[in-house]
Structure formats: structure tokens, C-alpha cells
């Protein structure tokens, strides 16, 4: 039972590329989510999703796809990556839409430069 | 969800109890109190949830006042493994609520040897 596992943990990418961040879980949950954390800030939601086939938008979803074709993984699409978007991202799972709690991965660190 | 207001940092000693207070006097009477902490660089980690009773677990107790205005996460015996970012979270513990988690600042507590 690995939890929520993202990757790649470290990332650089150069302002206008693509690229898409990596969120499995094995733990037959509905819900997935994805966040972004800036320096000395909370967590933002950016996109969400209540089970396969199901997706929706959070706080801050300018610049961000997401697709949820399985019930274990949920991708974070950058479609073309600006300064501004160099952060960490958590994905995180739940049970119930997180009424137990929710499951978060070790986050991907990324830099746009 | 009701708006919560924690302490901005604290220091404990090791092995002695921490006592991390959180107030909440807008919470409404579905809404559950939720903690989560944030450990440097890692995505945060569940800790505890509640209504109205108080609740125990492996990791902590947590304390709501009887007017369900305010609470306190009591870490038994502190370590300097749970050096870490505390965040109060109250939000509505069903299904209906969304999948949304609002971090606020949260309070920065710092276990000392």
C-alpha cells in the first residue's frame, strides 16, 4: 500500500513548455485533488475530481488540465509552463470526499524559468 | 467554511504536552474541526477531526469547547519529529461539502530538546 505517490519530486522547465505531473493512488479512493503551495502560503486547489470521468475546477485552474481516466491516477497537465507557476504541487486522495481525511502525496517541486 | 484563527507560532519542550489552540466562532453547527499538520518540504498529513465530542487517536487529542467555539490539539508527548506546521481546518463533513480543503496560515510549532 504505497498512498498517494507523485512524480517526478523535482522538475525545471523552460517558460512555454509543456509537461504533466504524475498522481497514483491505491487506495480505491473517489476523490482526488490537486494544490499548489507558494512560499509561506497555504495550499490553493487547482482542479479536482469526484471519481473517473469527473472533473472540476478549483481555486486557481488558469494554465492547468486534467483528465481522470482510471479511478487511480489523476495527471496535472502544465500546458505551457510560465514563471509564475513555479511551486509545489500536492495531490491529494480521499474516502468521501475527504470527510475522513484526506491523503497527500510528497509533492512535486517545480521551477519555471 | 467558517473562518478559524490559530496562534502563528509556539515552542514546546520535548516530552512535555503541546497544547495548540484554535478559534472558531462562526462555525456552524454541521461543521467538523478538522487539524492537519505540514512537516518541512512534505504535503501535510491528517491528524485529527471532530464535531462535538472530544476524540483521541494514536496521534493526538482534541479538545472543542462546549459552545463549539473554539478548540485545542493536544500533542501527549512531544518530539522533535512533530516540529511542524499546524493547521485548524473547519469545513462541513459530508459529501455535499465539496472537495476544498482551505489552509490558513496555520501555527508554526517548534519542539526544542
Known amino acids: 500500500n504505497a498512498g498517494v505517490t507523485q512524480t517526478p519530486k523535482f522538475q525545471v522547465l523552460k517558460t512555454g513548455q509543456s509537461m504533466t505531473l504524475q498522481c497514483a493512488q491505491d487506495?480505491?479512493?473517489?476523490?482526488m485533488s490537486w494544490y499548489r503551495q507558494d512560499p509561506g502560503m497555504g495550499l490553493r486547489l487547482i482542479h479536482y475530481?469526484?471519481?473517473?470521468?469527473?472533473?472540476d475546477q478549483g481555486e486557481v485552474p488558469n494554465g492547468y488540465n486534467v483528465s481522470r481516466s482510471t479511478t487511480e491516477d489523476f495527471p496535472l497537465r502544465l500546458l505551457s509552463a510560465a514563471p509564475s507557476q513555479t511551486s509545489v504541487y500536492f495531490c491529494?486522495?480521499?474516502?468521501?470526499?475527504?470527510?475522513?481525511?484526506?491523503?497527500f502525496g510528497s509533492g512535486t517541486r517545480l521551477t519555471v524559468v | 467554511d467558517a473562518k478559524t484563527t490559530q496562534p502563528t507560532s509556539m515552542d514546546c519542550a520535548e516530552g512535555r504536552a503541546a497544547n495548540l489552540p484554535c478559534n472558531h466562532s462562526?462555525?456552524?453547527?454541521?461543521?467538523?474541526v478538522y487539524w492537519y499538520r505540514q512537516i518541512h518540504s512534505q504535503g501535510p498529513q491528517y491528524i485529527i477531526h471532530?464535531?462535538?465530542n472530544n476524540e483521541t487517536n494514536e496521534m493526538a487529542s482534541l479538545i472543542i469547547t462546549e459552545d463549539r467555539k473554539s478548540s485545542t490539539l493536544i500533542l501527549p508527548h512531544a518530539t522533535l519529529r512533530d516540529t511542524a506546521v499546524y493547521y485548524c481546518?473547519?469545513?462541513?463533513?459530508?459529501?455535499?461539502?465539496?472537495?476544498?480543503?482551505?489552509f490558513g496560515g496555520g501555527t508554526r510549532v517548534l519542539v526544542k530538546p
Open positions: 491529494a486522495s480521499s474516502y468521501s470526499q475527504g470527510v475522513y481525511g484526506y491523503t
Open positions: 487506495m480505491n479512493h473517489e476523490y
Open positions: 475530481s469526484v471519481g473517473a470521468g469527473i472533473t
Open positions: 462562526t462555525i456552524s453547527g454541521n461543521e467538523y
Open positions: 471532530g464535531l462535538k
Open positions: 481546518i473547519v469545513r462541513v463533513g459530508s459529501v455535499a461539502a465539496g472537495n476544498k480543503l482551505t
